[in-house]
């Protein structure tokens, strides 16, 4: 595919993740593999196929209230690649680990940047990167269970 191909996919990726699942069977690989650090601290760091994809957008989605994506840089594309940075606003709906029960309610407004390759015409995998401190210092987050629960984290120490 070529680069201008591969800008034709932006717009329903951007619209996939704004909560119209229907796209995914148009846009993304059978074989899709997602990578991304779980906002949580722990937990998988990938998501597989369509079905794993549109588990965690409505997963999001569940938690984030009237979540809506906006491009604010891109499309950027070559003959293998698409990436976007983007800008997401939500109100949050609960439910998220170690928020506090006043959080809810709450507008969050964060940016990130998706990188994805195509292969042919479809979107075949994918790296997130989301600015993941500032989505949970807007909701009154102090821990992040996942990452707690590692005594060398406690103690100040890098895992090993």
């Known amino acids: ?21 229907s796209l995914t069977d148009k846009i993304i690989s059978p074989d899709f ?6 906002l949580t601290g722990s937990g998988a760091d ?4 369509r079905e794993g994809l549109k588990g965690w957008v409505s997963g999001i989605h569940a938690i984030l209230r009237d979540l809506a994506f906006e491009y604010t840089v891109g499309p950027i594309t070559t ?5 976007v940075r983007w800008l997401a606003e ?14 809810v ?27 993941s401190l500032l989505f949970v210092q807007q909701l009154g987050v102090r821990e992040l269970p996942g990452i707690l ?12």
Do not use: C
Request: proline share 7%; charged share 20%.
């Open 1 to 21: 595919m070529s680069a201008a191909d591969n800008a034709l996919l932006a717009e329903p990726w951007k619209e996939l993740w704004n909560n119209d699942l």
């Open 33 to 38: 593999v997602a990578h991304a650090a779980p």
């Open 46 to 49: 990938t998501v597989r196929g």
């Open 79 to 83: 003959d293998d690649y698409l990436v």
């Open 90 to 103: 939500a109100t949050y709906a609960g439910g998220f680990p170690g928020a506090p029960e006043d959080a």
């Open 105 to 131: 309610g709450n507008a969050v407004r964060f940016t990130g940047t998706d990188t994805l390759l195509v292969i042919d015409g479809m979107l075949a995998e994918y790296w997130a990167n989301a600015d």
């Open 149 to 160: 629960a590692n005594p060398a984290v406690e103690q100040g120490r890098r895992p090993s």
